[in-house]
């Protein structure tokens, strides 16, 4: 499954998801290493995550 990504263009990948009581809890990366979870489709606020630093 790909998405576009709101704010960078970029397209998401599913990495798991699950059932709950509230609905699908769904787990997106970003090409750009960002994450994201969504619950029945929407984003959960404060649950978007950076991409991780890069070392160097």
Excluded: K
Aim: net charge positive; aromatic share 6%.
């Amino acid at each position: 499954m790909d998405e576009r990504c709101l704010l960078e263009g970029h397209r998401q990948t599913l990495v798991s998801s699950h059932y709950t009581s509230q609905g699908i809890v769904r787990y997106l990366r970003c090409a750009c290493g960002r994450w994201q979870v969504e619950l029945a489709g929407h984003p959960l606020p404060g649950t978007e995550r950076p991409a991780p630093a890069a070392h160097g």
